[in-house]
């Protein structure tokens, strides 16, 4: 237990060490080393001098630095939503933050073994509260009795912040735009002209704040009990669109988030050296204050008796429960076997919120949804040596989902401008069927060591998943793998592997999908769904350790994966994707770290498909790929002892062309309308440069200066787009989710200081 003198003596380090960087902030230039010119020989000597020891104290008698603070101080040139996206720092202007770590513990024999420890970052120094993306985290405990936590953490995300709408996040119009406005039966032009004038710029973006918790006790031996507790609640907005009256009249809104998720968990450990098992019980529960979303239409057709708006449906609040277990176990001396087990129920009962077109009819039967889902999962894997040179490793996996929620049926909905049924009939969907599936893996690996320095392995992996109510009841695939790992002498080491998949789609029938709801079409029996159908899948991966000299290393890896999909008519037929990277680093001379690093990134795909249902239209292949392109470098410079500075630049060119080619299929002929035109290509230039030093004025005392500028270029057709429509020979009035060009440039330049004790 800690003792009230040890929390004063710990409370007094932390308040010296706030009170020492304050005066080091106010007049770093006044504090240095004392010399002997600090005080007369005829005086008495300081307390701690050199003056009252004969010698000096050994090195191991200082003080070990624990504790430290900082802050920096400093301004932002320049704005955007884009270089702010993770951190919240959207606006030009000065910049203030500070950041602290205290901890403490007894250290005498008599006090016990109490600790605390207390960290805090981005810290706004002008109102003391933490910063969008701050963050605060206490520990304290008995060491090897029992330990808690509390910790706070901000997240912010700003999705863009010149995002085109004419809506705000409630659903009412911007900027004075009266509803039903819009005439949608004018000319292309005016109707896009008209629209234009009212559309808002906003900025979207979510923030999330997480408080949790958690308390582990271990002073039964071998036991460990742990329960946590967290809280997170995530506010703001998301870009979305919304279809009014029929597919013609669309236009882009805020969706709101407000969203609340609570989780609580309890954990009973045991462990022995032969023996491992854990159990633990999850609740989460899921909340969403807003059911749906309702906007005023702008469009002049929406002229159905009772209609005030248009409804999109926001997740629906729901709960979790789970139990996990998890076993080990030795074997004899090398063999290990591990189980991990768990069992949930997820639970959606929210109620139904009628429609305004339902024209006095229920879509459902029932005031709520009343949904259950079941899941369990199961992995067990064991592992041993069977002799010095080899290894093997076979696991199992389970993985069930068991939908009971009930199958209902779907009365048609009724469009806002005449009040007639949409969508019904063999067309329409009638039915909302509950998504069950069963999925299995079994796996086999095994290792040989050929020599000293060289190992082979194959790994071979069989998967069976089954499905209700989807294109294929059953996928199976086959994937193996080889790899060898080899080291030359003391200064190379590599890696190579390569593996082949195949994958059996049975019975797949593109249709087969909408048959299950209740719409009885035929004409998608030849698009296939490339996550679902036949895959022939081709892997090779590498990469490569070279110290050349004590001052000079290379490090280098590559990885590239092929997808055919060989029975695919209409849909993507092929796809892959390359990833590679080299890393060279320099020491010329003591004090001087340098490395240059270069990674290239592709993915490329090709889709076909027909602009007619009938099969009868033009065949459209569009090829698309996109590349990017990484260089950097980077210099750490230890001048002297108390000086460091480094050099850091980043260059990355990103590229995606589009590439369209049509052709004629039974009956068509190309024509300006069915015929595919190329797409511009899209390009992406980001260049991020920073520049920082330290001088360490005196043992635990630093100050800091760094600069950094940012460019990002985007060329995209989309981002000069206003509103716009499908066509321009129609009358047909659609607003697209306009984002603009997120280009920027972005100087910052911060001084900091940081203190230990």
Not at 84 to 103: I, N, P, Q, Y
Not at 204 to 224: C, E, L, M, P, Q
Not at 535 to 543: A, F, H, I, N, P
Not at 658 to 670: C, E, F, K, L, V
Request: proline share 3%; charged share 20%; net charge negative.
């Amino acid at each position: 237990m800690i003792t009230s003198i040890s929390l004063r003596r710990g409370l007094a380090r932390w308040s010296k060490g706030w009170v020492l960087l304050a005066s080091t902030c106010l007049t770093p230039l006044a504090a240095g080393p004392a010399s002997a010119d600090d005080f007369g020989l005829d005086e008495p000597a300081a307390e701690g001098s050199a003056a009252d020891s004969s010698k000096e104290k050994p090195e191991s008698d200082k003080p070990v630095t624990v504790n430290e603070a900082g802050m920096a101080v400093g301004y932002q040139q320049g704005s955007s939503g884009m270089y702010g996206r993770f951190s919240g720092s959207d606006k030009a202007g000065m910049v203030s933050k500070g950041w602290v770590h205290l901890e403490d513990r007894t250290v005498k024999k008599d006090d016990g073994t109490f600790f605390v420890t207390f960290d805090a970052r981005n810290i706004d120094l002008g109102s003391h509260e933490l910063l969008e993306d701050g963050e605060a985290r206490l520990k304290m405990g008995q060491q090897g009795t029992w330990t808690a936590r509390l910790n706070y953490q901000g997240t912010p995300y700003i999705e863009t912040d010149n995002y085109h709408t004419l809506f705000r996040s409630d659903g009412s119009l911007q900027n004075g735009l009266a509803a039903k406005s819009i005439n949608t039966t004018s000319t292309n032009a005016a109707g896009i002209a008209r629209a234009s004038q009212y559309l808002a710029v906003e900025q979207v973006g979510t923030r999330r704040d997480r408080v949790d918790g958690s308390f582990s006790y271990k002073g039964i031996a071998n036991w460990n009990f742990t329960t946590k507790i967290d809280h997170e609640h995530k506010q703001g907005t998301k870009s979305n669109s919304f279809m009014f009256i029929n597919n013609n009249y669309f236009a882009a809104f805020l969706e709101p988030v407000q969203y609340d998720t609570d989780r609580i968990s309890a954990t009973a450990a045991y462990t022995r050296k032969l023996f491992q098992a854990q159990l633990s019980y999850v609740f989460s529960s899921f909340t969403n204050t807003q059911q749906q979303w309702v906007g005023s239409s702008p469009f002049i057709g929406t002229t159905r008796a009772n209609y005030t708006g248009s409804q999109y449906s926001l997740p629906p609040s729901n709960t979790e429960h789970m139990l996990k277990g998890e076993a080990g176990l030795n074997v004899g001396t090398y063999g290990r076997l591990n189980l991990n087990t768990r069992v949930s129920a997820q639970i959606q009962n929210e109620s139904y919120t009628a429609r305004y077109y339902e024209a006095g009819t229920s879509r459902v039967d029932g005031t709520h949804y009343d949904g259950l889902i079941q899941n369990h999962f199961a992995n067990l894997v064991y592992s041993d040596r069977l002799a010095n040179d080899w290894t093997v490793k076979a696991a199992y996996t389970v993985d069930h989902r068991d939908n009971n929620s009930p199958s209902y049926t779907l009365s048609p909905s009724y469009r806002g401008d005449t009040g007639t049924a949409t969508w019904n009939g063999s067309g329409g969907i009638k039915t909302v069927t509950p998504y069950s599936f069963l999925n299995q893996s079994a796996e086999l690996e095994s290792g040989y060591r050929l020599t000293k320095d060289t190992r082979l392995s194959g790994t071979f992996t069989h998967t069976d998943k089954q499905r209700e109510y989807s294109v294929t009841n059953r996928n199976t695939e086959d994937r193996g793998e080889l790899k060898v790992r080899s080291a030359f002498g003391k200064d190379v080491s590599a890696d190579f592997s390569v593996g082949r998949a195949f994958r059996d789609a049975q019975d797949y029938n593109g249709n087969l999908a909408w048959n299950y709801v209740g719409r009885t079409t035929t004409a998608e029996r030849e698009l296939s769904h490339y996550n679902y159908t036949d895959r022939l899948q081709d892997q090779v991966k590498g990469s490569v350790t070279w110290a050349i000299q004590p001052e000079l290393s290379l490090t280098g890896s590559v990885s590239y994966t092929d997808n055919n999909y060989p029975d695919v008519v209409y849909g993507v037929t092929k796809d892959h994707f390359l990833v590679s990277s080299i890393d060279v680093g320099y020491t010329p001379v003591s004090g001087i770290n340098t490395h240059l690093f270069y990674s290239y990134q592709e993915v490329g795909s090709a889709l076909e498909i027909n602009s007619s249902s009938a099969n009868t239209g033009v065949d459209w292949k569009l090829q698309t790929s996109d590349d990017i392109h990484t260089v950097g470098t980077g210099i750490e410079w230890q001048f002297n002892p108390k000086v460091k500075l480094s050099l850091d630049d980043s260059l990355s060119f990103a590229r995606t062309t589009y590439g369209i080619t049509s052709r004629q299929r039974n009956t068509a002929s190309p024509t300006a309308t069915n015929t595919g035109t190329d797409l511009p290509d899209t390009l992406t230039i980001q260049n991020s440069l920073r520049l920082s030093g330290e001088y360490e004025v005196e043992d635990g005392i630093t100050l800091g200066l760094t600069g950094q500028w940012e460019h990002l270029m985007s060329k995209d057709y989309l981002n000069v787009q206003e509103a716009a429509s499908t066509s321009n020979t129609t009358s047909q009035t659609v607003l697209i989710s306009g984002t603009g060009d997120p280009s920027y440039d972005v100087g910052v330049l911060m001084a900091t200081a940081k203190i230990k004790w």
